[in-house]
């Protein structure tokens, strides 16, 4: 079992819906990302939030737009996406950034996107 | 900058045999080095970490890593390689607040 919890598991949505991708840790980490990954290959950063903020953005389209309510939940909030947006979108989280770069980030099993 | 290169793509070993999953870095400052698994359909699980003290690092499920500071290594090992070892894994430095993951390497552990 995950301490990251992220639904829903698979997500099939066509490129004019809406929808969002949701994330929770009970850990009471302070940093939370996201992720995207593709079939085989290593998880591509998208946001960092530390204590809630949004602290990286790495350059992501404008259709994703990352929400983070509370230190305990973090969402992915998608809309009018691509055919190539289609991909396991992973949520982590951590007790800190700068402080505690030392400590792992804890992976939730992601969302696979598809995109028709 | 940070970067991570996993040399091997894949690496196929007999199950009771050792393994190694190598890994090289490079950093500025002291290095934060972690290894993770990843199973099909799941997210990246923790296995170890270096950050400081001895080079031999002991992590989940019999696995261990060896810190060369003169190679800039963190070669992922385990004594006797398990079936259930088949698995993607990743090397990964920390700096700064991002964290940087190698290409990957898959683990096919043959019965």
């Known amino acids: 079992d995950t301490e990251v919890t992220q639904t829903p598991k698979h997500l099939v949505m066509g490129m004019t819906n809406k929808k969002s991708l949701k994330c929770e840790q009970h850990?009471?980490?302070?940093?939370m990302y996201w992720y995207k990954q593709k079939a085989k290959k290593p998880p591509e950063l998208m946001f960092v939030?530390?204590?809630?903020?949004?602290?990286i953005n790495e350059s992501v389209p404008s259709r994703f737009s990352p929400e983070c309510p509370n230190s305990s939940l973090l969402n992915l909030h998608l809309h009018a996406l691509q055919p190539e947006d289609s991909a396991l979108y992973l949520c982590?989280?951590?007790?800190?950034?700068?402080?505690?770069?030392?400590?792992?980030?804890?992976f939730g099993d992601g969302t696979r996107l598809s995109i028709l | 900058a940070q970067s991570v290169a996993q040399p091997e793509d894949q690496v196929n070993v007999a199950e009771g045999n050792p393994l190694t999953v190598k890994c090289t870095y490079s950093?500025?400052?002291?290095?934060?080095l972690f290894w993770y698994v990843q199973y099909p359909n799941r997210g990246l699980q923790f296995l170890l970490k270096?950050?400081?003290?001895?080079?031999l690092v002991k992590g989940s499920y019999g696995f261990e890593a060896e810190f060369n500071k003169s190679q800039t290594s963190f070669h992922l090992k385990k004594p006797s390689a398990l079936v259930s070892d088949s698995a993607l894994y990743f090397c990964?430095?920390?700096?700064?607040?991002?964290?940087?993951f190698g290409t990957g390497t898959k683990l096919q552990v043959i019965p």
């Open positions: 982590a989280s951590s007790p800190g950034i700068v402080r505690a770069k030392d400590q792992p980030q804890h």
């Open positions: 850990m009471g980490h302070r940093a």
């Open positions: 939030y530390s204590y809630e903020k949004l602290s």
């Open positions: 950093v500025s400052g002291n290095p934060y």
């Open positions: 270096y950050i400081t003290g001895d080079n």
């Open positions: 990964a430095v920390r700096g700064g607040q991002k964290v940087t």
